[in-house]
Nanobody
Framework: QVQLVESGGGLVLPGGSLRLSCAAS????????MGWYRQVPGKERELVAT???????YYAVSVKGRFTISRDNANNTVYLQMNSLKVEDTAIYYC??????????WGQGTQVTVSS
């Protein structure tokens, strides 16, 4: 089982930037896809961005051009650089890991609040 720990959330002004990090740990882990999702109260969790082990990235339309996902395979860490943040980006952001074998894992979530 992969354990995920997110960090980097916080309060930021509209137009500002934040960088989220997610570190994966566990014995003999090999992760295929890592990604970021977000959820606001009363709504379903939605995909923000994913990245494969080879570095192929996918973005939700709502964040494309503003967010950048990257990955450090050697350290099993995934990052989400968020620029030009909008009020509607406010949510709890969750990291997800899809290993080559075994079950998917989720992090505990980190709050991102965009407000003036």
């Amino acid at each position: 089982q992969v354990q995920l720990v997110e960090s980097g959330g916080g309060l930021v002004l509209p137009g500002g930037s934040l960088r989220l990090s997610c570190a994966a740990s566990g014995s003999s882990i090999s992760i295929d896809v890592m990604g970021w999702y977000r959820q606001v109260p009363g709504k379903e969790r939605e995909l923000v961005a994913t990245i494969t082990e080879r570095g192929n990235a996918y973005y939700a339309v709502s964040v494309k051009g503003r967010f950048t996902i990257s990955r450090d395979n050697a350290n099993n860490t995934v990052y989400l650089q968020m620029n030009s943040l909008k009020v509607e980006d406010t949510a709890i952001y969750y990291c997800k890991a899809v290993p080559w074998s075994g079950r998917d894992s989720w992090g505990q979530g980190t709050q991102v609040t965009v407000s003036s």
